[in-house]
């Protein structure tokens, strides 16, 4: 199983950026998938969630409305497309798998939001 992000980056508040996570090495399509970040100092939390099929999505209260994930089965994979960004959305950020009992993650993204 693998998990790569990509798209981060440094972008100024009132920005727009849009992560990937490419995967591989299990039936994408099967699985539910979800974006975590984690702030310097700070525990990784969870961001937003999408079922395996794409119909239902959940967010974190802290994105809602700005953020929006989504999914490519045909590509094997799942987007965050981030909006109206603040200072506070600076994070590593890191899509996750649950798969059979175990956790598997991406390394990571970097998104500095600054002037």
């Known amino acids: 199983v693998q998990l790569v992000e990509s798209g981060g980056g440094l972008v100024q508040p009132g920005g727009s950026l849009r992560l990937s996570c490419a995967t591989s090495?299990?039936?994408?399509?099967?699985?539910?998938m979800s974006w975590y970040r984690q702030a310097p100092g700070k525990e990784r939390e969870w961001v937003a969630g999408i079922t395996s099929t794409g119909t239902s999505t959940n967010y974190a209260d802290s994105v809602k409305g700005r953020f929006t994930i989504s999914r490519d089965n045909a590509k094997n994979t799942v987007y965050l497309q981030m909006n109206s960004l603040k200072p506070e959305d600076t994070a590593v950020y890191y899509c996750?798998?649950?798969?059979?009992?175990?956790?598997?993650w991406g390394q990571g993204t970097q998104v500095t939001v600054s002037s």
């Open positions: 996750r798998l649950l798969r059979l009992g175990y956790y598997y």
């Open positions: 090495g299990f039936t994408f399509s099967s699985y539910d």
